[in-house]
């Protein structure tokens, strides 16, 4: 494997205002994330008052100190239910894979202190997500549940009361049931309010941990129950921790705070089959790279017509800044190539421009090279798509193109996205775009996804206005080129603003936006929790674990 | 001696004892470092080496030393080292044709000594004459008197009723010792000050003298204050040469039990070492002393030296002595009883440099010196230049309740006193002792103090002040360093997120203290937050057992080890253990102790077994339920008394069914 050599001058304008461009980007997304704990502080006397902790301090004590702790999808939801700059953010559900007690798990701590933990369309969205990576990886789930339910209020969506969410809510249920079924524990502490939907994340789960004095569980509190049927009765009776570890049996395990449950939980997972990392060994030690990662933050400009080379990103992180071409010599828009990663064989797709038929091949035939030896995939966007034009076309675009998306799919190892910068069209999906179905995708701050940029698609809205104009032979006015000339400006920006990585990450196109110095950290986490999964020891059974 | 070989047992036994057998290989009959030491010294002259060793000590160190070992069985002193029949049988199947019993146990045991002779085993020790006189105080003492060697003024007569004993002790004036004739190792000892106190003080040391030693006979010794512990050791072969070796100080002591052995003693002047040393070898003679020995005395602050005792064997302290002299103490016993000549005269020997013991334990000093006991974590000797180590012990080891409680001794030599005393408290800080409380903190305390620094400790040197010292209690540093440990994580992505930090909290446990730390993963290292205080500490590195951290821009090493939520935390000159509670589980509330007691399933009550008013205790057995053909008792959940029953025999219950109602007495919650 050949060192790569950078040829980044870190005392350059043009580096310097890349960073610094990249750090604003950073700090705005920290200061959305601030928000959202802004508004959770707010909730701290409450909280401290009930003795109960913070979602967040029930999170840190279920994890294991020290060990690495990826979340996921953190802006989920930002600006939309009512959100303006992250305040309410993040989908009342904080998502993350940590460790408990050695083993790698996926936690999903009810985020109560913002709007009481209910479900909204995010809620719902980062949930089946969640569930999706668990399918894909066998994590164990360890859930701190405390939620309201469904979000009557409905935090400003156009039609709340429809049945479109409450349907698309129900395939977190089902899905609790397949994981069951798939082998995939799942163990719920009910830290309080548990109503409805609330109720059935719980009762759903193979481990239910109660709360004394703070569970509440049931299908209707004592407000609605007096509605329905004019029957009165308190929390306790209807649905306190008490009532259910003696009586109706709803959960197995009885604790007497929050952090008592969190013990509980942790003791639980302890009893799962032994750490998975231990059945792994490494492909080689542990090699830094040559170049410090926070010079990732310098290479990608504001401007996304700046061009970059993507072997940049691969020197800073690739074990010893090595890099092994594949096809050097063809096609110099797409990159493919051998790297450790963190001691890790994997192989790595990028691209350093459109994809043509040649680089589509390439990548194909990487594909199933990488697939053959049981090489994990990193794919690095910066793609403006597949090439268009006479030649491309000819020479098989759509042919190659689609084969490449084939091989994408069908690639049976661990595969990992992250969006770096342009991914845009056709190779967005090519470079296995959430919709393909990666293991993960992150996104730098630099990350646009869309069908089209913002110019093209404007050019070709009016493009088809004077064709259809030249073809009927009516005459455009200039009046009507100046209308056409603003909605052109309009779709423009506005497709800039959709494309751009906080609007997409917003509304989970990916798993979260990641600061790029933490590339490496973030690619060999998801490696080994991917390379993890056929250890995990659990069993599949039929119908799921059923609590009598 | 002749020339003659070994010739068969039978033929020796009808000989002279002794005469003309010589050591083909020794039997130890010890355990832990003494053991080990012995063994090296046996193998290093060309012996095997068998060791004998309790069920306890299986895997101890020594018995992996030893050429053979034999078991003895048992746990227990009195199983294993004590017996004797054990021991002789041992020796017999091992074919030793030698024993050494190192210190302890049976080194002292006249009977043992005999049995030795009778079954033709060599005894690595004196007669048992000589042990015979020299362990009973009373008959030493007289013949000490008759042989000029200075004694305390005192009572050592044959009436033992209390109101002799009183008379006599008024007649040698208060304060006053009452020691146990048969007496050692500080036991059956008590120190009256007043008249008054005397009666109590004879019955008390009477009843421990008989527990301890079998034999309840006492002895009177004026009390000699701010005295001196200087005992001298000496060698005699079998053809009448005696030499001493100079001497040890051991004033530092602790409950009669000595911490810190020296040799020479800053106290002493050529003349007075040349007066004890005399005194010493007379002492040996008068006794036709074989073997090694130690004769102790007590020095006044005015240099006047008194018999205390003498030890008929090797003394744990010896090391100190064989570091001065560069003699090997344990090759000298088997020179003598091997019956060859002592290989040095008295002019021969010169006192070279200045050499210091401590004594490690595992002990607790903050907690009554109280022995510890369980799995040594971690060991690692100090490697330093002029120390010595003498142990039994290994990571991984366990020490057991059954014996002494001793884990090392630790020994640095220097050219000067100051020398030795520096690379002593060096070595004390680079040997790593982690798993078990040990005394280390308190002996690099007590190396440190002013009074032992210039060489004037006394036997009352160890005070409460200085054990206060010893204790100085935990730090919030420690804390932070605890807690840094503990976010470690095996995974390489060590402390990584991509999230922002969050604030964690753990409780820590320290002695019966329980303390909150909240901690903050930073760029650098950690913000450790500890009551009012923040505490950064910086550039965290992990290994297996060590701990590289930066706390105000000073980096160090801490050594740890750590099973489960048990930390022990080794910074050179201050061992700290954390219990960290962090994930102990919360007393339930409502579930035990509510005093209500419930029917744990649906049956039939076969029995009632309380009546209201009646007091019970926590586990008590309330009333018996008969269900699927099996007894359920159903217990008391606390301390109190009955305030109802709800239920008569003979009656069927329902699962959850109130059976009886206790009004419970409040227990009070230590851990709160």
């Known amino acids: ?548 | 001696m002749g020339d003659s070989p070994a010739c068969d047992v039978r033929c020796w036994v009808e000989n002279k004892p002794g005469e003309g057998k010589v050591i083909t290989k020794v039997l130890v009959a010890n355990r832990g470092e003494i053991a080990c030491r012995v063994i090296d010294s046996v193998q290093a002259a060309g012996y095997d080496a068998v060791a004998v060793h309790s069920d306890a000590d299986a895997k101890a160190l020594f018995v992996g030393l030893a050429d053979e070992t034999i078991s003895l069985g048992g746990n227990t002193s009195a199983e294993s080292y004590l017996d004797m029949d054990k021991i002789i049988a041992a020796a017999k199947a091992s074919g030793a044709d030698a024993i050494h019993p190192g210190y302890g146990f049976l080194s002292e045991n006249a009977e043992f000594s005999a049995l030795c002779q009778k079954n033709g085993i060599i005894f690595i020790g004196p007669s048992a004459t000589a042990i015979e006189i020299m362990g009973n105080k009373s008959e030493a003492k007289r013949l000490m008197i008759s042989s000029a060697v200075p004694c305390i003024p005192g009572y050592q007569g044959e009436a033992q009723d209390t109101v002799s004993l009183v008379s006599e002790a008024n007649t040698i004036g208060f304060p006053v010792m009452v020691k146990a004739a048969a007496g050692g190792g500080g036991r059956g000892i008590r120190f009256v000050e007043k008249a008054a106190e005397l009666e109590s003080a004879i019955e008390a040391a009477r009843t421990e003298a008989l527990h301890a030693f079998g034999s309840d006979e006492l002895i009177l010794e004026k009390a000699v204050v701010n005295s001196r512990h200087i005992e001298v050791q000496i060698a005699a072969d079998r053809h009448g040469h005696v030499i001493h070796l100079f001497e040890r100080d051991c004033s530092a002591q602790r409950r009669h039990q000595k911490v810190i052995e020296e040799a020479p003693s800053p106290f002493m002047t050529e003349t007075l070492r040349e007066e004890m040393g005399t005194a010493a070898v007379n002492a040996a003679k008068a006794v036709k002393y074989e073997g090694v020995g130690t004769v102790e005395f007590l020095v006044d602050a005015d240099r006047n030296f008194y018999f205390l005792e003498m030890n008929t064997r090797l003394q744990v302290e010896h090391p100190v002595t064989e570091m001065i002299t560069d003699v090997d103490l344990v090759e000298m016993q088997l020179q003598i009883a091997n019956g060859e000549n002592l290989p040095l005269q008295q002019d021969d020997l010169t006192i070279n440099g200045h050499a210091i013991e401590v004594r490690i334990y595992a002990e607790d000093p903050a907690n009554g010196f109280m022995p510890q006991t369980g799995k040594l974590q971690l060991f690692e000797p100090s490697v330093d230049e002029g120390v010595r180590i003498d142990h039994g012990i290994y990571s991984g080891a366990l020490v057991s309740p059954f014996y002494d409680s001793m884990l090392a001794k630790l020994i640095a030599w220097g050219r000067d006193r100051e020398e030795a005393r520096r690379r002593l408290i060096r070595a004390l800080k680079q040997t790593k002792l982690l798993g078990l409380t040990t005394n280390k903190t308190f002996l690099i305390q007590l190396l440190s103090e002013e009074q032992f620094i210039k060489g004037e400790a006394t036997t009352s040197f160890i005070s409460d002040d200085v054990l206060t010292r010893a204790n100085p209690g935990v730090r919030n540093t420690d804390l932070a360093l605890a807690t840094v440990l503990l976010n470690q994580s095996h995974n390489d992505l060590n402390g990584w997120s991509n999230s922002v930090p969050m604030l964690r909290t753990e409780t820590l446990l320290v002695g019966d203290a329980s303390h909150t730390v909240k901690s903050l993963q930073t760029d650098n290292g950690f913000d450790l937050f500890i009551e009012d205080e923040v505490i950064q500490i910086n550039a965290v590195k992990c290994y297996e057992d060590e701990l590289v951290y930066t706390l105000d821009g000073v980096t160090r090493v801490a050594t740890f080890s750590r099973v489960e939520d048990e930390i022990s935390l080794d910074l050179g000159d201050r061992v700290l253990n954390f219990t960290r509670t962090t994930y102990h589980p919360v007393i339930a509330e409502g579930e035990a102790g509510s005093g209500l007691i419930k029917a744990s399933t649906e049956g039939l009550v076969v029995d009632v077994l309380v009546k209201p008013g009646d007091v019970v205790n926590n586990g008590d057995t309330l009333v018996i339920i008969e269900a699927m053909k099996m007894e359920h008792r159903h217990l008391a959940d606390g301390e109190g008394k009955v305030t109802s029953v709800n239920v008569n025999k003979g009656q069927q219950v329902k699962n959850r069914q109130l059976l009886v109602e206790l009004a419970l007495v409040e227990v009070v919650d230590e851990s709160a």
């Open chain 1, 1 to 548: 494997m050949s060192q790569l050599e950078t040829k980044l001058d870190t005392e350059s304008d043009d580096f310097n205002a890349n960073v610094a461009f990249m750090k604003a980007y950073m700090e705005r997304i920290r200061t959305i994330e601030g928000n959202g704990r802004k508004t959770e502080e707010k909730y701290r006397e409450r909280a401290t008052k009930k003795g109960k902790l913070l979602p967040r301090e029930r999170l840190v004590h279920l994890l294991d100190p020290g060990a690495p702790f990826l979340e996921l999808s953190t802006l989920a939801g930002h600006t939309i239910n009512g959100d303006k700059e992250g305040e309410t953010a993040g989908g009342n559900i904080i998502v993350g894979i940590g460790f408990v007690n050695g083993r790698r798990v996926l936690v999903m701590v009810w985020n109560y202190a913002i709007k009481g933990g209910t479900i909204n369309s995010a809620t719902t969205k980062k949930n089946l997500r969640l569930q999706e990576i668990a399918f894909a990886t066998k994590l164990p789930i360890v859930s701190l549940s405390e939620s309201g339910g469904g979000n009557l209020a409905g935090g400003g969506e156009p039609d709340p009361w429809s049945a479109y969410g409450f349907i698309d809510g129900g395939r977190v249920y089902a899905q609790q049931a397949e994981l069951s079924a798939a082998g995939i524990p799942q163990v719920t502490v009910s830290h309080g309010n548990a109503t409805a939907g609330g109720a059935y994340q719980v009762a759903l789960s193979d481990y239910v941990i109660l709360v004394r004095n703070q569970t509440h569980l049931f299908l209707a509190g004592p407000p609605l129950l007096k509605a329905a049927t004019g029957e009165e009765a308190d929390h306790e009776t209807l649905g306190g921790a008490e009532m259910h570890a003696t009586i109706s049996q709803t959960g197995e395990y009885l604790a007497e705070s929050d952090a008592d449950g969190i013990r509980v939980a942790r003791n639980i997972v302890a009893q799962l089959p032994p750490p998975a990392e231990r059945y792994l060994t490494r492909d080689s030690e542990i090699e830094a790279p040559l170049y410090p990662a926070h010079e990732l933050r310098g290479i990608v400009a504001e401007d996304k017509r700046v061009p970059y080379d993507m072997r940049e990103v691969i020197a800073r992180i690739a074990d010893g800044s090595r890099f092994f071409e594949f096809e050097p010599v063809m096609d110099q828009h797409t990159v493919c190539g051998h790297v450790m990663i963190g001691g890790w064989r994997a192989g790595i797709i990028t691209n350093n421009g459109p994809i043509t038929p040649e680089g589509a091949k390439k990548a194909s035939q990487f594909l199933q090279l990488c697939d053959q030896s049981n090489t994990p995939m990193i794919f690095l966007h910066n793609t403006t798509g597949f090439l268009v034009g006479v030649e491309a076309e000819q020479g098989g675009q759509v042919k190659h193109g689609s084969k490449m998306i084939q091989a994408v799919v069908n690639f049976r190892p661990p595969k990992i996205s992250i969006i770096v910068g342009n991914s845009y069209g056709a190779g967005n999906y090519a470079m296995c775009s959430l919709s393909l179905k990666p293991a993960f995708v992150f996104s730098w701050p630099t990350a646009r996804q869309a069908v089209m940029g913002g110019a093209q698609a404007a050019g070709v809205l009016r493009i088809v206005t004077e064709d259809r104009a030249k073809a009927t032979g009516r005459v455009i006015s200039d009046e009507e080129r100046d209308t056409m000339a603003k909605t052109g400006e309009m779709v423009e920006a506005g497709l800039e603003q959709l494309s751009e990585s906080v609007y997409c990450s917003s509304r989970l196109m990916d798993d979260g936006i990641i600061d790029p110095a933490d590339t490496r950290e973030v690619i060999i986490f998801t490696l080994e929790t991917c390379k993890e999964t056929e250890h995990r020891g659990t069993k599949p059974n039929t119908f799921g674990v059923q609590r009598f």
